[in-house]
């Protein structure tokens, strides 16, 4: 049981269960997110955590795999954690498959800020797991069909009214201006060792609060915009009917990675006054990378007019 939140408002204490057990998980989402009706749509707050290897702690956390260590899935009233790091070997291939089946469910609509980044993460990490299976070699269509491909994401970073509409929110922010709550960051929990056997309760509070609070807003915003944020009315939208694909976007993040890589070693030649200035064709290819990384640009969350939505913000 996570410990209650301050604020104006406040929240009390919530329910959460930590496991790596696929029948506690599907016995979570029988309870939460109700029946498989393939008419109806649900939605949960989602998060992550990754296992980190800053600079500082490397000797120790070397030998630990780059790859997502919890999920956190949420409605307004409970949360589940999902240890992934404590499947089998930690890769894809011992996740638990109803897992799976949720995040590439389209029915299940997937709440976070952020979260274009961590479905990519997991798509990634499944991809070389079956990778790894084949020696380097790419995956076969059948592994290919069992990637974790998460669909229908909605993210909140964009969601205040805002003269700027650019201008991302984070979770600490959206938690206190939209629930009057006050959420606790801490960048010693967010990089401490999330792939250990037994997390802790702070580990605990912080993983599952994240999660909540997604779920939380969208029960708000349902509360008094049911026709903007229901989640029949947001599967209508063209933000969620036009999402790109993780493959898409694992190569567009891919080429913008590139592109910049290349336009740094220009920029770092030209800077240098000892070396010769750069070469025409080398000032085209400059103009070249720097429209790459403009059409790669990742996708803004979706906003949202003032006139549309009904604001109660704290």
Same mark, same amino acid.
């Given at each position: 049981?996570?410990?209650?939140?301050?604020?104006?408002?406040?929240?009390?204490?919530?329910?959460?269960?930590?496991?790596?057990?696929?029948?506690?998980?599907?016995?979570?989402?029988?309870?939460?997110?109700?029946?498989?009706?393939?008419?109806?749509?649900?939605?949960?707050?989602?998060?992550?955590?990754?296992?980190?290897?800053?600079?500082?702690?490397?000797?120790?956390?070397?030998?630990?795999?780059?790859?997502?260590?919890?999920?956190?899935?949420?409605?307004?009233?409970?949360?589940?954690?999902?240890?992934?790091?404590?499947?089998?070997?930690?890769?894809?291939?011992?996740?638990?498959?109803?897992?799976?089946?949720?995040?590439?469910?389209?029915?299940?609509?997937?709440?976070?800020?952020?979260?274009?980044?961590?479905?990519?993460?997991?798509?990634?990490?499944?991809?070389?797991?079956?990778?790894?299976? %084949?020696?380097?070699?790419?995956?076969?269509?059948?592994?290919?069909? %069992?990637?974790?491909?998460?669909?229908?994401?909605?993210?909140?970073?964009?969601?205040?009214?805002?003269?700027?509409?650019?201008?991302?929110?984070?979770?600490?922010?959206?938690?206190?201006?939209?629930?009057?709550?006050?959420?606790?960051?801490?960048?010693?929990?967010?990089?401490?060792?999330?792939?250990?056997?037994?997390?802790?309760?702070? %580990?605990?509070?912080?993983?599952?609060?994240?999660?909540?609070?997604?779920?939380?807003?969208?029960?708000?915003? %349902?509360?008094?915009?049911?026709?903007?944020?229901?989640?029949?009315?947001?599967?209508?939208?063209?933000?969620?009917?036009?999402?790109?694909?993780?493959?898409?976007?694992?190569?567009?993040?891919?080429?913008?990675?590139?592109?910049?890589?290349?336009?740094?070693?220009?920029?770092?030649?030209?800077?240098?006054?000892?070396?010769?200035?750069?070469?025409?064709?080398?000032?085209?290819?400059?103009?070249?990378?720097?429209?790459?990384?403009?059409?790669?640009?990742?996708?803004?969350?979706?906003?949202?007019?003032?006139?549309?939505?009904?604001?109660?913000?704290?």
């Amino acid at each position: 049981m996570c410990p209650p939140l301050r604020g104006p408002v406040g929240a009390p204490p919530l329910p959460v269960l930590t496991t790596r057990d696929p029948r506690i998980i599907e016995r979570w989402l029988q309870d939460n997110i109700g029946s498989d009706d393939a008419s109806e749509y649900s939605i949960l707050g989602f998060d992550s955590e990754s296992i980190a290897k800053p600079p500082w702690l490397m000797p120790e956390r070397a030998s630990l795999p780059d790859r997502p260590a919890t999920i956190q899935l949420s409605t307004p009233s409970s949360c589940i954690i999902v240890q992934l790091s404590r499947c089998g070997d930690g890769s894809a291939l011992h996740a638990p498959e109803i897992l799976r089946n949720v995040i590439n469910n389209p029915r299940i609509i997937k709440v976070g800020v952020g979260i274009d980044d961590d479905g990519l993460e997991l798509y990634r990490w499944s991809k070389e797991s079956f990778d790894d299976t %084949q020696g380097g070699r790419n995956a076969n269509d059948e592994q290919m069909s %069992q990637l974790w491909e998460m669909t229908s994401r909605f993210d909140l970073g964009c969601i205040l009214p805002n003269k700027n509409p650019g201008r991302r929110s984070g979770l600490q922010l959206l938690a206190k201006e939209i629930l009057g709550v006050e959420l606790i960051k801490s960048k010693k929990l967010s990089m401490s060792n999330w792939g250990k056997r037994h997390l802790d309760m702070e %580990q605990i509070s912080y993983a599952a609060r994240d999660a909540w609070v997604a779920a939380a807003i969208m029960e708000k915003l %349902q509360s008094c915009n049911n026709d903007v944020f229901g989640a029949e009315a947001l599967m209508g939208k063209e933000f969620m009917t036009s999402q790109r694909s993780m493959d898409v976007m694992d190569n567009r993040a891919r080429s913008r990675k590139k592109a910049k890589v290349e336009l740094k070693g220009l920029l770092e030649r030209q800077k240098d006054e000892e070396l010769p200035k750069l070469s025409s064709d080398e000032e085209e290819r400059k103009q070249e990378l720097y429209n790459l990384l403009d059409l790669h640009r990742p996708d803004q969350p979706p906003t949202f007019d003032e006139d549309e939505v009904t604001w109660t913000l704290f």
